[in-house]
């Protein structure tokens, strides 16, 4: 018995229903995507953003006047604490893993990064940890100023459970760190595109691996610390009990390992955004790439081994404060040498001053006034003067205002890429003179309250220290600086979802994340071009560029053969926008042939090559150069 | 809108020049070793400022000059040249050794004031609190009182290099006198020494820079420097004080004791 060859009158079709795709945040919120992951990172880093300004702004109403009493002791120290942590810890460390862990893995033309459930899992340790933090607003708030150093964060002195909260969170965070830098090493190792090697990497793909291994260094330093904490606070330890042959300066070191790498953190991401942008806007290649790289792994190094500058006063030995200083005085070197890169790369170029220039030099100016004070202070004895007073804090600030403005100008450039819309550029050169114009009055005000003796952290100064002024003006300058910091971040909201659209490419930029589309698909790209230069864009546009210019329209191979049906147009098949996202898929940097670069759409050449063998007309094509 | 941020850093500049005329500098140096500390902020305040300004001043001016105006014209695609690179990175690491050695060198005699072999000495111990200091002199001249303390104020002779022993009998604090010298850090359990020698008599405040819990801005001493004769009145009527109130609390703890056993 033969089956049936004809189907039934009525197939009956069974289904219970179409898989419904989840919710979009469910999407983001569950997909170990490196995309998603860092839209994460970067949406909850940003959220922190406006609260440490806003905790900021509050901290300097209550120093507007000497002994102000509007917050009281308790209170202030509790938001002082906030603003310290949040600012460094929950906005400016994972805002850095947020955009490395869009961009790098799209720059270095890789589908997706090595270990995404690590990354996925740094994420959410680091969410864990500003929850924690923030949550004991719900029970005790920790009082800890910038970092809980013992005797003080014992449980003699601070027997509530608000260090607890601290230790609990920022180990968390750290944690987190630490699983977003191993996943970050190994997909910089492993995952690259052909010919990427690393003297072709963009410059923010060496912040990244810079930052990195800064990260697999400090992290661990810190969460040794932490349960070095924990278990003197719970488990009876003596790790820092002086009355126990303990070390209290044990802690102070592993904790300004850790906040000084955070703060090498910084200038890294900062000063590799700069690098990133200024090369794209001036219309020309790095200076020198090799200088920049170079600077950026010396900043990586110098920055983490001069940790002790900020310990002058300590009971250290001199020959390490010499150490600390060698350090920190010889980022003059590789910081110099990026501003004289930058300069030289906008020499006989050709400047377009869009926002996200705008920014990044906004961001470069801020970085001069924090790193030029910090060159300053690192100087033994004038450390000794100014170290733990305002004047030395304001280095620290401009320095964390610099990476913020720098973090815009990011924004700004690599929105597009994420949102595939433009952010709105006339809030953002408004919101950058009030950031940049308000840290600078603060930072001169504080740098001169801190002359006369001023110190960090208090809630309240005397009548007759002789700052009254001074902090007022400071004050006004802080207020700016949230303001502007709020305005701009109430752009980019506005912007993610709002913006115009733009293409893929809106900058004209030359590295490989310009080659993905906007916003880029899962799997990034659907061919991995091969790299030749540190501008692999500028190459495929090259390219096609010149095979536009080689194609001669081909002259029909006999008098008596029929003309084509259609002259058409030679040069536009090719100019056409959507023309030349495929033909940079089908055919990377001009060599069709090569293996290992197969074309994931093979049809369309082939129509081509057809069409232009049979009539010459539609199948614009640098090989037809050769029949002729 | 980077000339309008110019400007506004201009008119900051302008705006502090009133306040700030007084305070360019840390309050004027009354110790040799605060000398020091002076002459290594003045100079390193000159080097950060000719560096800061140079940096800023290439990059601003390259993007006001290279400006594309109207169409883009096609850039000129310079690169660094052989050594162009190297010779900016060595005039700058010459320029950091520079600085480096010059820290060294005034290290020396910042951290401590210089013997004076003419000088005389006093060892002083500085033992900090929460929230005060308490300054203990030696040579105490009456029996009944061991050490001769007082809280808060430190009075000392002029013209006398004064030893400070610190420690601390909780958590970590900063001594901090900025005409009299740089930062000390008190930690508990280790014993850290500073000196310094006034020139002038008078009253120097100063401030704890080490967040040390609660009420931590009222962390604050004043160093009182006086004559050699004024100091000893000083000390004597310390004990003299200190004897009074050890007698009131004798007597006091007699009476308890006596109203205990007659409440028996």
Redo the contacts between chains.
Sequence with gaps: MSPPTVAERHPEVVTRGVHRPPAAWIETATSADHKAVARLWMGTSLTFLAVTAVLFALTRVQLIVPDSTIIVPEVFNRILTATNVTAIVLFAVPFTCGLIGYIVPLQIGARSVALPRLNQLGYWLYAAGGLMIYASFLYTVPETALSPLPPLSDDVFSPSNGVDAWVGGVALAALGFVCFAINLVATLRNMRAPGLAWRRAPILTWAAGAIGYVLLVVGPAMLAALTMLTVDRHFDGVFFDPGEDGEPLLFSHLSWIFFTGCHTILVLGAVAVISEIVPTFARKPLFSHRAAAGSVVAIAVLGVLAWMQNMYASPIPEGFAYLAMAAAVGLLVPIGLLYFTWTATMWQGSVSTRAPLGLALAAAIALVFGLGGQLMTSVVPVGLQLENTTAAQQGTIMVVVGFTLAAFAALHYWLPKVSGRSVAEGPAKAASGLVLGGAIVFAFAMFFAGLEGQPVDVFRYYENEGVSTLNLIASVGAFALTLGILVELGNLAASYNGGRPVGHDPWGGSTLEWFALSPPPPHNFDAVPDVRSAEPLRDIREAIREREAAYVPPAPLEPSAPPPPEPVEPTAPTLEPEQVAEERVDEPIGESSRPGTTATEPEAPAEADGSGDADGAAGADGDDSSIS | ??G??LA??TL??A??AV??S??????SAQSPNAE??RT??WV??A???V??VA??A??????RR???RGE?????????GRG??GR??AA??A??VA??V???V??GD??EAEADESAESLDIDVIGQ?WLWRFEYPDSQSETIATVFSYTELVVPVDTTINLSFDST???H?W?I?AL?????A????V?ETSFRADEEGVY?????????????AMRASVRVVSQDEYEEYVAGLAEDLAAAQEDVALQAAEEAAAEEGAE
């Design positions: 809108m980077l309008r941020a506004v850093a900051a500049l705006v502090f306040p700030a007084a305070a360019i500098a840390p309050d020091e500390i290594a902020y390193m305040l080097v950060a400022l560096i800061g940096l800023l290439g990059l601003l001016t390259a993007t290279f400006r594309a883009a014209r096609e850039p000129r695609r310079l690169t660094a162009v690179v900016v990175g700058l690491g320029l950091a600085i480096f010059f820290g060294v005034m290290t910042a951290r929460q909780d958590v970590l900063r901090f900025p010298g740089g930062q000390v850090e930690v508990p359990g280790e850290v405040e100063g401030q704890s820079t080490q967040f040390s819990g609660t009420a931590y801005p």
